[in-house]
C-alpha cells in the first residue's frame, strides 16, 4: 500500500476525504441540517430555532508565536476566532467549551493570563465559558474552542443561498491581519538575530512598532463582527450567504460560490484596504490588495444580498459592496484596476499543508 502524503491534497481536499468517510453517521441525528462544509454545524432545537456549533483550534509554532503573542491576545483571539464563525450564520454565541494542552514547564500565570484573555472577550459576546479539558502537551501549547450558539431558523444564512444579481458585500477592511503577521516576523528575526549575536534587544516589541499598531493589533486581537449581526437583526436583514473571512476573500468568495452553484464579480477598487496594510505591503515589495484576496485572518464577515435589500446597509459606515453574484459559468472574475478580468480561482489561499499563497 502507498500512501500519499497530505500536502498533495491540501487542508480543503483533506477535509473532503474525512467528510465521505463522516457521511454514512449523519443520519445518527435526525434533526442535523448541517454538517461538515459550513461554518457551523446546525442542528434543530425546535420548529422555530436552531443550535450551532463550531470549534477551532490555535496551535503554537503553527497558528502562534509565544515571543510576539501577549498571552492575553492569544486567550482573546481563542474565543473571537470561534464566535466569528457563530456571526457567519448570522446568529448569536451563547456558550464556549475550551480545551487547552500545557507542557509541564508552563506556569499558573502563563495559564491565568490565557484565560483572563479568553473570559474578558467572551463577555463581550455575552458568552459564557462553560468547560473543556486540561491535558499535559510534550510539543508546545495548544488550545482548542468550541463555540454553541443559537439562531431563529428564519434568520440563518448559510453558505449556499447566493444567486445571480445578489450583491457581494463585506464588512470593515481586509489585509490587515497578515500584513500585521509580516511585521511581527521580521521584528522576531530582528531580536533572534541580538540574541544570537549577544547583542542587547529592547523587549518591548510592541512600542518598538508603534507605527504598524493597527494591523497588528488585527493579527493579535481580531474581534468577531457581532456588531454586525445586532445591526443584521434589528433591521431584519437576513445575507442571502455569508461566511468568515478566515482563508482570504478569494478563497472564501470561492466557498460561497461553490456552494451556491453561482459565479461572481469582484471589483478590486471596491476592496476596502486598510491604509497602514498598503504601508506595510509597500514595505515588503508585496501587493496589499493580495494580502486583502489570500492573507486570511481577517475575521470579516462576507455576505450577499438580495438588490432591494440595498437601502438598509447603504447607511451603514462599515459595509462595503465589492461586487455582485453571476450565474456559475462566468466563473468568479475580479476586474483589477486597469479593468481587466482576472479568474480568482487561480488566486489560493493560504493552506498549512503545503504552504501555497
Ligand atoms: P472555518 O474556516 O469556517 O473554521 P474550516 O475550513 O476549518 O472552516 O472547515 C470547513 C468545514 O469542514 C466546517 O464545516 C468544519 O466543521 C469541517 N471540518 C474541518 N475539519 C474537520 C475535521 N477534522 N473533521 C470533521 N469536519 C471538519
Ligand atoms: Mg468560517
Known sequence: MSFKPISDIGEFGLIDRIAAIAAPTLDAAPGLIEGIGDDCAVYELSKSVLQLATTDLLLEHVHFDLLTTPLHHLGSKAISVNVSDICAMNAKPRYALVSIALPSKASIEFVETVYRGMSETARLYNTALAGGDTSASSAGVAISVMVAGEVEKKKISYRKGAQPGDLVCVTGSLGGAVAGLRVLMREKNIMLEHIKHGEPYDNDVMSNLSEYDEAIRRQLLPSARMDIIDFF??????????????????????????????????????????????HIADEFQEDAVNYALTGGEDYQLLFTLKTEQFAAIASHPDITVIGKITPEKESMLLCDIYGMNVDMKTIGGFDHFNHKK
Open 233 to 278: 437583526h434589528k433591521q431584519n436583514i437576513v445575507p442571502t450567504s455569508m461566511i468568515d473571512i478566515s482563508d482570504g476573500l478569494a478563497s472564501d468568495l470561492a466557498h460561497i460560490c461553490k456552494c451556491s452553484g453561482v459565479g461572481a464579480y469582484i471589483e478590486e477598487s471596491r476592496i476596502p484596504i486598510h491604509s497602514q496594510t498598503r
